[in-house]
């Protein structure tokens, strides 16, 4: 059974699509190869390079077995960092040293200032599940208020596509609705369904309206109930869609909103200066096999619905049956079909909401994680194109190189104690190798630091030199805490997904709200566990290497404090009353993030919803 406002025979569309002639400008074979080569070479050098100098080190006295598994450890928890060290350098080369950057990664960009009518329809989705309704459908209406200022409003319409299984929140869902369409002169493109069950999740949800309305649309332009874009920002890729009719996905920069939240805000300062290089560098090379993170993307609907629709992966949860992280498999299917996965690597007007406390990020931490595991079913999938095999495989060792780190941290102590026993040992070696590591693991923030020092007003956008400065810091040392309690965590739940622990699926937190102390404990005695008998024994045999282990494991000890302080609304009002960790929309607000935050929803008047079976 499903709950619709508006059947898709009475939306007008009446208008009589043209067909689109104007080809796609690609990047010659050879060029695109070129760089491909370019970015492996200079990874497997550097791997290679890091590989020999931790062999010399590992192996100084003679292997042991402790040397062995640190070894592979090594090799495990490394490409990660060092892909993300060159994606950075990369895009800060495009960013600064380069004079047609743009036109070398987003050629198809051009296409944004043309004043061409726009004659594609789009449907603009807002996926829900239990999700806050009020502020959810907030979003939406900001999109359409915002797309019918820029005057192509007619070229779009507006879905609700509800998975909601809560009673209370669906009925609030369909007043909200109702409300809406009342009050909008567009009411006729505004539609609400809600399923009575969630089948394939998020990717099923989207297939359902695919199969009963993508005949009535060119485009489709996924939310979630945290997304939120501008009119401009989605016109202009509309235009880009529509100029170039063999890109199947466009994804936006998404970047974060203004948070009161500590842990968002901090978390979301560095993201931003971060992304901008390193999505620079990325898409200078994967080009046409880009990213798509599943929201805040136009995707071209009928490629899509002949050729992404999900395989059911071979036997049961948590790493069989339906696809969790349905995104990318999305983007390697339109890619193995012919069409262009582009990413935008800038900000256009393209925002959402992170987690708010340490607890919500590790969960949506781990839902990844699961999801991306899946992967392994799929890498043998008929058809794809090499790139795409290797961003599936990507995927997966992102979240593999965690526990290995875990296990490499828990060995240290072992490792340490075996070194005082070798008079000779490398020192200066294992100095240089750890100072390399932490240079490379840092190299997209420490890029981000640069490219908004090296832009016109780039800092002045954070609020100033000074401001810029101090959130940097703090943002460092954030990071480095919420990174070693996210590995034990995400070490934990793989080993459990051995054992079949799944994950379930339903609507996140959004609000800035304090963890009171017996839920860290609660929530994180496990790190703190690991940490007080790793940095203990360390204590024990070498003080040097546990003051040099810190940056590592103090994040284990400050587990329960860090996500109580970092989740404090005081701390969060702190911020944001001296002009901390705060981002340019801070300081220079959007109409659009005004009017989010204003949470405009109309009185609750007008038509009542008619119910009909799916």
Same mark, same amino acid.
């Given at each position: 059974?499903?709950?619709? @406002?508006?059947?898709?025979?009475?939306?007008?569309?009446?208008?009589?699509?043209?067909?689109?002639?104007?080809?796609? $400008?690609?990047?010659?074979?050879?060029?695109?190869?070129?760089?491909?080569?370019?970015?492996?070479?200079? !990874?497997?050098?550097?791997?290679?390079?890091?590989?020999?100098?931790?062999?010399?080190?590992?192996?100084?006295?003679?292997?042991?077995?402790?040397?062995?598994?640190?070894?592979?450890?090594?090799? /495990?928890?490394?490409?990660?960092?060092?892909?993300?060290?060159?994606?950075?350098? *990369?895009?800060?080369? /495009? /960013? =600064?040293?380069?004079?047609?950057?743009?036109?070398?990664?987003?050629?198809?960009?051009?296409?944004?200032?043309?004043?061409?009518?726009?004659?594609?329809?789009?449907?603009?989705?807002?996926?829900?599940?239990?999700?806050?309704?009020?502020?959810?459908?907030?979003?939406?209406?900001?999109?359409?208020?915002?797309?019918?200022?820029?005057?192509?409003?007619?070229?779009?319409?507006?879905?609700?596509?509800?998975?909601?299984?809560?009673?209370?929140?669906?009925?609030?869902?369909?007043?909200?609705?109702?409300?809406?369409?009342?009050?909008?002169?567009?009411?006729?493109?505004?539609?609400?369904?809600?399923?009575?069950? !969630?089948?394939?999740?998020?990717?099923?949800?989207?297939?359902?309206?695919?199969?009963?309305?993508?005949?009535?649309?060119?485009?489709?332009?996924?939310?979630?109930?945290?997304?939120?874009?501008?009119?401009?920002?989605?016109?202009?890729?509309?235009?880009?869609?529509?100029?170039?009719?063999?890109?199947?996905?466009?994804?936006?920069?998404?970047?974060?909103?203004?948070?009161?939240?500590?842990?968002?805000?901090?978390?979301?300062?560095?993201?931003?200066?971060?992304?901008?290089?390193?999505?620079?560098?990325?898409?200078?090379?994967?080009?046409?096999?880009?990213?798509?993170?599943?929201?805040?993307?136009?995707?071209?609907?009928?490629?899509?619905?002949?050729?992404?629709?999900?395989?059911?992966?071979?036997?049961?949860?948590?790493?069989?049956?339906?696809?969790?992280? =349905?995104?990318?498999?999305?983007?390697?299917?339109?890619?193995?079909?012919?069409?262009?996965?582009?990413?935008?690597?800038?900000?256009?007007?393209?925002?959402?909401?992170?987690?708010?406390?340490?607890?919500?990020?590790?969960?949506?931490? @781990?839902?990844?994680?699961?999801?991306?595991?899946?992967?392994?079913?799929?890498?043998?999938?008929?058809?794809?194109?090499? /790139?795409? $095999?290797?961003?599936?495989?990507?995927?997966?060792?992102?979240? *593999?190189?965690?526990?290995?780190?875990?296990?490499?941290?828990?060995?240290?102590?072992?490792?340490?104690?075996?070194?005082?026993?070798?008079?000779?040992?490398? @020192?200066?070696?294992?100095?240089?190798?750890?100072?390399?590591?932490?240079?490379?693991?840092?190299?997209?923030?420490?890029?981000?630091?640069?490219?908004?020092?090296?832009?016109?007003?780039?800092?002045?956008?954070?609020?100033?030199?000074?401001?810029?400065?101090?959130?940097? @810091?703090?943002?460092?040392?954030?990071?480095?805490?919420?990174?070693?309690?996210?590995?034990?965590?995400?070490?934990?739940?793989?080993?459990?997904?051995?054992?079949?622990?799944?994950?379930?699926?339903?609507?996140?937190?959004?609000?800035?709200?304090?963890?009171?102390?017996?839920?860290?404990?609660?929530?994180?005695?496990?790190?703190?566990?690991?940490?007080?008998?790793?940095?203990?024994?360390?204590?024990?045999?070498?003080?040097?290497?546990?003051?040099?282990?810190?940056?590592?494991?103090?994040?284990?000890?400050?587990?329960?404090?860090?996500?109580?302080?970092?989740?404090?609304?005081?701390?969060?009002?702190?911020?944001?009353?001296?002009?901390?960790?705060?981002?340019?929309?801070?300081?220079?607000?959007?109409?659009?993030?005004?009017?989010?935050?204003? $949470?405009?929803?109309?009185?609750?008047?007008?038509?009542?919803?008619?119910?009909?079976?799916?």
């Amino acid at each position: 059974m499903s709950h619709t @406002v508006e059947t898709a025979s009475k939306l007008p569309f009446a208008s009589r699509r043209r067909r689109l002639t104007l080809p796609t $400008r690609l990047q010659s074979i050879s060029e695109l190869n070129r760089r491909r080569i370019i970015v492996l070479a200079l !990874n497997v050098i550097t791997y290679a390079v890091l590989l020999a100098a931790a062999a010399q080190l590992m192996g100084a006295g003679g292997w042991t077995l402790v040397d062995g598994i640190m070894f592979v450890c090594f090799a /495990l928890g490394t490409p990660w960092a060092i892909l993300g060290f060159w994606n950075a350098v *990369i895009g800060l080369w /495009l /960013l =600064h040293g380069h004079s047609s950057s743009m036109q070398a990664v987003a050629p198809f960009a051009r296409a944004a200032d043309q004043e061409a009518p726009l004659y594609v329809k789009t449907a603009v989705l807002m996926t829900l599940r239990n999700e806050d309704p009020e502020r959810a459908i907030a979003r939406l209406k900001t999109v359409q208020r915002s797309l019918e200022k820029t005057g192509q409003g007619d070229a779009y319409s507006y879905f609700v596509l509800s998975d909601t299984n809560d009673p209370l929140i669906a009925e609030r869902e369909e007043q909200l609705v109702r409300d809406w369409r009342a009050a909008s002169p567009a009411r006729a493109h505004i539609v609400y369904r809600r399923r009575t069950d !969630n089948t394939g999740f998020k990717a099923g949800n989207v297939r359902d309206f695919c199969e009963r309305w993508g005949a009535e649309f060119d485009l489709m332009l996924p939310l979630d109930a945290d997304s939120l874009m501008s009119g401009e920002a989605i016109v202009k890729m509309t235009r880009m869609m529509q100029a170039h009719p063999r890109l199947g996905i466009l994804q936006s920069l998404v970047v974060g909103m203004p948070s009161s939240s500590a842990f968002a805000r901090i978390f979301q300062f560095g993201m931003r200066h971060g992304m901008r290089s390193y999505t620079m560098g990325q898409a200078w090379w994967v080009a046409d096999c880009g990213p798509f993170w599943g929201h805040n993307a136009l995707v071209r609907v009928r490629p899509f619905m002949v050729h992404c629709e999900l395989p059911q992966l071979p036997g049961k949860p948590p790493l069989g049956g339906p696809i969790l992280s =349905h995104d990318q498999v999305e983007a390697v299917m339109m890619r193995k079909a012919g069409y262009e996965v582009r990413v935008l690597p800038y900000e256009i007007g393209s925002w959402e909401e992170n987690p708010p406390t340490m607890i919500d990020f590790a969960k949506r931490d @781990v839902r990844w994680c699961q999801g991306n595991m899946q992967y392994a079913s799929l890498l043998g999938l008929p058809g794809l194109l090499p /790139l795409s $095999r290797f961003q599936l495989a990507w995927a997966m060792l992102m979240f *593999i190189g965690i526990p290995a780190w875990t296990l490499m941290i828990a060995l240290l102590p072992a490792a340490a104690y075996e070194a005082r026993a070798i008079a000779d040992y490398p @020192v200066g070696l294992a100095i240089g190798l750890y100072v390399a590591f932490f240079t490379m693991y840092l190299a997209p923030k420490i890029a981000g630091l640069l490219d908004a020092a090296l832009t016109k007003g780039g800092v002045d956008s954070y609020g100033g030199s000074i401001r810029f400065a101090i959130s940097a @810091v703090i943002e460092l040392v954030f990071s480095f805490l919420q990174g070693a309690i996210s590995t034990v965590r995400t070490t934990v739940f793989m080993v459990g997904l051995v054992f079949g622990k799944s994950v379930t699926w339903g609507g996140q937190s959004r609000d800035a709200r304090g963890i009171s102390w017996l839920t860290a404990i609660e929530n994180f005695w496990p790190q703190t566990l690991f940490g007080v008998l790793v940095c203990g024994a360390l204590y024990m045999i070498s003080p040097t290497v546990l003051m040099w282990s810190l940056p590592l494991t103090i994040g284990y000890i400050l587990a329960v404090p860090f996500a109580v302080v970092s989740s404090s609304p005081a701390v969060g009002r702190w911020l944001r009353d001296w002009g901390l960790c705060g981002i340019p929309e801070d300081f220079e607000p959007t109409p659009e993030i005004e009017a989010v935050e204003r $949470r405009l929803v109309e009185p609750a008047t007008g038509p009542s919803v008619q119910h009909q079976t799916a």
